[in-house]
């Protein structure tokens, strides 16, 4: 069958051997042309204004403040890895950052990294079990609802053993002796900082960053605006708002975004998912909000899945905050940890996953639950110093008997007795006919002090959605093809956690595709 005009249009160029934009585009690069006659220079795309003829208002910049070949949006575990791999490939690497402070939401997360294997073979030394690349994908995709594209999920838990031996090796990462088997997951696969926190792996990329030379970071500089000048034409540079000025920066390579979600945007929030109220607290640091992605849609990048947005179910109930002791409720369930209501009951298989527990407390009606460990389950959860910090600072409570605790907690003695002696029943007859839990050889009962709580209640904390990249860390447009020299990783780009991200996932998966962007980047011709 011959082919019509148009499809002859999509599939050559003047010389028959390159794709060429479809009519969209066709239609984008006249309006570009027409703007261009009445500006005197380039215009320069703009997908988000209501009207199409109203698409191109902006024109490129004629003189830029300064040019550099890779630069890199957002000073996360995605940005820092990003700049390592560039750099250390020969390219100038520059990272800017809105907040005054580096680290995004990174360097304030629970710290878990999920790793089917690393070289301290501490899965093997404790004796937990075994797992598999093909174990860890196949839970990802599950708790995802298998709206994860599985070729993402496949890169992330296949690169992420070597991005952990990557920074032992090279960041000097130190990891606790412990491993959790977080809700969702099948085995046990979470590693933990001795920091207890994901500042423990901000400090060792670091360390990498100092080895390679990577250049400072750019703090207090946001980004205002990605200059793109056709459907058919890379990404040229960016416009930044300073304290002092408004600068544009030319990239002679690539530009990659790792600026985080949109979890403090409630405007942005309540767009895409009106359950997500500005009632609930946040777990993220202030500049999580959404402009970043918004800039790239303004470029025609593609979005996904955006109204997939998660509450952490065990973030501080007064302040939202996700500190140290909000992670043991991730961690004690394997071990026997039990979740109690404001009543002193159980309300939910406490291995679940994070929504899935959200959504159990939210039904109870409460502002508040709990998380009850015994002594004897700290050292596979945390360390017995930073309980005793929490203990001092009032965070956690502490008690040599049930009623005393229930006293604490301000419940029913009566009540949490009898739900603790119930749930020992069914560990010890390996049942749970309430809530169907999976009982293991490692969970252990809650029959001798001292006795521990910890109050906790949903938060907002990640947003799953986000641009459309490809195993390349590309990002792809509203057509379907990669934008040339335009990347992203991390929280910022969507398609891996599917409708639920499972704990311990998000670390991972923002360093290898951190990687991957900055060694792709750092290959682009200038």
Same mark, same amino acid.
């Given at each position: 069958m011959k082919p019509t005009e148009d499809h002859q249009d999509r599939n050559t160029n003047e010389t028959g051997t390159a794709a060429t934009p479809p009519t969209r585009r066709k239609f984008l690069r006249t309006l570009a042309a027409a703007g261009a006659?009445?500006?005197?220079?380039?215009?320069?795309?703009?997908? &988000?204004?209501?009207?199409?003829? $109203?698409?191109?208002?902006?024109?490129?910049?004629? #003189?830029?403040?300064?040019t550099v070949d890779v630069l890199i949006v957002g000073s996360g575990f995605a940005g820092l890895c990003a700049a390592i791999e560039a750099t250390s490939r020969g390219s100038k690497a520059l990272i800017l950052e809105k907040m005054p402070i580096m680290g995004g939401n990174s360097i304030i997360s629970g710290g878990g990294y999920n790793s089917w294997t690393d070289k301290l073979n501490l899965r093997e030394k404790l004796k937990l079990g075994s797992d598999s690349a093909e174990l860890h994908i196949e839970d990802t995709l599950k708790g995802g609802d298998y709206y994860n594209i599985p070729e993402l999920v496949k890169v992330f838990v296949e690169g992420a053993p070597a991005t952990l031996n990557w920074m032992i090796d090279e960041g000097d990462l130190k990891l606790r002796p412990i491993l959790s088997r977080i809700g969702g997951h099948s085995a046990f696969r979470g590693h933990t900082t001795m920091h207890g926190t994901g500042r423990g792996f901000i400090e060792a990329l670091q360390k990498i960053s100092a080895k390679y030379g990577v250049t400072p970071i750019r703090m207090n500089t946001k980004l205002t605006w990605i200059w793109r000048q056709d459907p058919s034409t890379p990404v040229l540079g960016v416009e930044v708002q300073t304290q002092r000025a408004t600068r544009n920066i030319r990239i002679n390579k690539a530009l990659i975004l790792a600026a985080g979600g949109f979890g403090h945007d409630v405007k942005m929030r309540q767009l895409f998912n009106p359950n997500i109220t500005p009632a609930y607290n946040c777990t993220n640091q202030p500049g999580a909000t959404g402009e970043v992605l918004r800039c790239a849609q303004a470029v025609g990048a593609d979005a996904l899945q955006l109204a997939f947005i998660q509450l952490y179910p065990t973030a501080d109930p007064e302040s939202g905050v996700l500190d140290l002791y909000a992670l043991y409720p991730g961690r004690s369930p394997m071990f026997g940890g039990l979740f109690m209501d404001v009543k002193g009951k159980r309300f939910v298989n406490e291995m679940e996953r994070r929504d899935v527990v959200a959504r159990a407390e939210i039904a109870t009606g409460a502002k508040r639950a709990f998380n009850v460990f015994t002594a004897k389950m700290i050292p596979h959860i945390t360390m017995p110093d930073e309980v005793n910090q929490g203990v001092e600072a009032g965070r956690v409570w502490k008690a040599a008997s049930l009623a005393e605790l229930a006293k604490k907690m301000d419940i029913s003695a009566a009540t949490l007795q009898e739900t603790i002696a119930k749930h020992n029943e069914y560990l010890k007859a390996g049942k749970d006919p309430e809530f169907g839990k999976p009982f293991t050889s490692h969970m252990l009962a809650i029959d001798e002090g001292p006795f521990y709580?910890? *109050? #906790?209640?949903?938060?907002?904390?990640?947003?799953?959605?986000? &641009? /459309?990249?490809?195993?390349?860390? #590309?990002?792809?447009?509203?057509?379907?093809?990669?934008?040339?020299? &335009?990347?992203?990783?991390?929280?910022? $780009?969507?398609?891996?956690?599917? *409708?639920? /991200? &499972?704990?311990?996932? *998000?670390?991972?998966? *923002?360093?290898?595709?951190?990687?991957? $962007?900055?060694?792709?980047?750092?290959?682009?011709?200038a």
């Open positions: 006659a009445v500006a005197g220079a380039p215009a320069a795309m703009n997908l &988000l204004n209501a009207k199409a003829e $109203a698409a191109v208002f902006r024109t490129v910049p004629r #003189q830029w403040d300064e709580a910890v *109050a #906790q209640w949903p938060a907002v904390h990640h947003c799953m959605g986000g &641009l /459309r990249i490809n195993n390349a860390a #590309q990002v792809i447009d509203i057509w379907g093809d990669p934008i040339p020299k &335009l990347y992203a990783a991390g929280e910022v $780009a969507g398609g891996v956690h599917g *409708a639920n /991200r &499972l704990g311990g996932n *998000a670390i991972p998966t *923002a360093m290898v595709f951190g990687r991957i $962007a900055g060694t792709n980047a750092a290959k682009e011709k």
